[in-house]
């Protein structure tokens, strides 16, 4: 399974990206995909999760609970994360990642694959 995300770039304080995570796997559907971010000089923190096809239960941590939203559409493959009421603390490089197990955003929580990451600038 191999991840690819897109959509980031530069924002100003109160905008919206979308962001978006596309495999080539025919097996997307049965992983759950998370979305992680690295801000600069902090580890990287997984902020949130959709679970496979069969659930699609979805989860955020509270620093971004009724901003974002995370989804599937599965005849593109593609999970999309969408941001709105972006604010300089939403800044980093963003991560896609694919987990067998289900969703998990604890800190040692273990993903079977990655993507290379898309920047996230968000300017005051």
């Known amino acids: 399974v191999q991840l690819v995300e897109s959509g980031g770039g530069l924002a100003q304080a109160g905008e919206s990206l979308r962001l978006s995570c596309s495999s080539n796997?025919?097996?997307?559907?049965?992983?759950?995909i998370a979305w992680w971010r690295q801000a600069p000089g902090k580890k990287r923190e997984g902020i949130s999760c959709i679970e496979s096809s069969s659930d699609e239960s979805t989860y955020y941590v509270d620093d971004v609970k009724g901003r974002f939203t995370t989804s599937r559409d599965h005849a593109e493959r593609t999970v999309y994360l969408q941001m709105n009421r972006l604010s300089p603390d939403d800044t980093g490089v963003y991560y896609c990642?694919?987990?067998?197990?289900?969703?998990?955003?604890?800190?040692?929580?273990?993903?079977?694959?990655w993507g290379q990451g898309t920047q996230v600038t968000v300017s005051a």
């Open positions: 990642a694919a987990a067998w197990r289900g969703c998990d955003l604890t800190p040692r929580a273990m993903y079977d694959y």
């Open positions: 796997g025919v097996i997307f559907d049965r992983y759950a």
